[in-house]
């Protein structure tokens, strides 16, 4: 025990959290412009490889009992790699290590209603992690230095808070990208979006976009200028960039105009539907995230395109859709009864190993700068398309709780058959409401 303590503390970072949205800027490169570095020299004698640790690590822990959270799609391999990650570590005898389903979008919830049942080792979105350093549920990363080597520079920094890497980067590619039938929307059409609403209205198929998820919607308010900026001193408001009010409001218009214009073709479905509407042969299109890959391929297979979010015209000027896009991590419950064994099964599973078998078998993006570098990244369309679209993102992190609805009752508006898309005051007032309620002022 006092050696997982020992390494606990000395996994402090000096690195600074990025927050909110550089329009058109490379997420790589971390919103803050500083480096992230590791203040001390963890990882050295305890780290073996980039998936390993030194037995020694698991101080007087034995006869271990685990469980771990995953996501539903990933469930399977997950149990493949735990049996691959015991049998590494013969000297230890595990009792029980159990894999349970769960979503990383409420795993924090979850963890937060009552850590001494929840997993010792969870999966999450990004965005979570403020709440959960607040509320102490998330013990920091016991191998900073070897974790921050391995792995990309800007999902490091997006797990870091207070100068302490609290969470193992598990991918690189939480965001959403245009998937479409090649025999529907050619690649040359799929750059826009007028382009590629035209092309499914003229081939009689539905076009998807999840306007009334917060999630999907906020795409609207970012790509008109409208961008979040982390939180307020308070550290719980949400804040925002300058922004200019009548482009903001013309593009708002431009979208719900198309909305209207496609209206039949353009459809607001969960995400659900876009796996089975290419397999009934009813979409030629739609928006989609990175951990539907596999099923949108399985439907589509060798018509199968995948490319960034298109631009939008507004009065003459094309305008790159700016989407959300963030990373998943995996964390350690603080209260583990098996905190150094807990560390160590989180090291491997945000492992090169782990994270070339997620990207080979489940399309997930890797983090891992090795990973990154083979085949499996390179040629995929799909990563490439994400990387492209992370180019011009908002980063998830520092997001309100009060962020999601009122982005996803803005899609909502602009896709409501009631919506007039010439009232200009309308969209005005929507954007003003918008934003207060983001912020909680109403």
Avoid at 161 to 169: I, K, W
């Amino acid at each position: 025990m006092k050696k997982i303590l020992a390494i606990l503390l000395a996994g402090m970072m000096t690195a600074t959290v990025f927050a909110g949205c550089g329009g058109g800027g490379n997420t790589e490169s971390g919103g803050s412009g500083s480096d992230t570095q590791s203040s001390s020299d963890d990882g050295g004698a305890e780290v073996k490889d980039a998936n390993l640790v030194d037995v020694s690590v698991f101080g007087d822990e034995d006869n271990i009992s685990l469980k771990v959270w995953a996501p539903d799609k990933a469930v399977s391999l997950v149990k493949e790699q735990i049996e691959a990650f015991k049998a590494a570590y013969p000297e230890k005898t595990f009792t029980k290590i159990e894999v349970v389903a769960q979503g990383e979008g409420d795993a924090g919830t979850q963890l937060m209603n009552d850590a001494s049942t929840a997993a010792d080792v969870f999966s999450f979105a990004s965005d979570q992690l403020n709440k959960l350093v607040d509320a102490k549920v998330i013990a920091p990363v016991a191998f900073a230095k070897a974790v921050t080597d391995m792995n990309s520079e800007a999902c490091v920094t997006a797990g870091t808070l207070q100068d302490t890497l609290y969470a193992y980067p598990e991918t690189n590619d939480n965001g959403y990208y245009l998937v479409y039938d090649k025999t529907v929307v050619s690649d040359e059409q799929a750059g826009k979006l007028e382009d590629v609403l035209a092309a499914c209205k003229e081939a009689g198929k539905k076009f998807i976009f999840n306007c009334g998820n917060g999630f999907y919607g906020c795409t609207f308010a970012f790509t008109a200028g409208v961008k979040i900026d982390g939180l307020e001193a308070d550290g719980v408001t949400q804040k925002f960039t300058e922004y200019d009010e009548a482009e903001a409001v013309k593009t708002l218009q431009a979208f719900s105009k198309l909305m209207h214009e496609y209206k039949g073709t353009f459809t607001s479905l969960d995400n659900a539907q876009v796996a089975s509407g290419f397999s009934t042969g009813t979409l030629g299109a739609g928006v989609d995230g990175s951990w539907n890959t596999n099923a949108d391929q399985d439907a589509l297979k060798d018509n199968f395109g995948a490319a960034k979010l298109p631009t939008i015209n507004v009065d003459g000027t094309d305008k790159q859709l700016i989407s959300l896009f963030g990373y998943k991590y995996i964390g350690v419950n603080a209260a583990s009864q098996y905190p150094a064994a807990a560390q160590v099964l989180a090291y491997y599973l945000a492992g090169e190993t782990c994270q070339q078998q997620r990207a080979e078998k489940l399309g997930w993006g890797p983090s891992n700068k090795n990973v990154q570098g083979m085949d499996v990244v390179t040629k995929s369309a799909v990563q490439q398309a994400i990387k492209q679209q992370s180019e011009n993102a908002c980063v998830q992190v520092n997001i309100a709780p009060t962020f999601w609805d009122p982005m996803g009752n803005l899609g909502n508006k602009l896709v409501a058959d009631d919506t007039d898309p010439d009232d200009a005051a309308y969209f005005s007032k929507l954007l003003k409401d918008t934003v207060a309620n983001v912020r909680d002022e109403g």
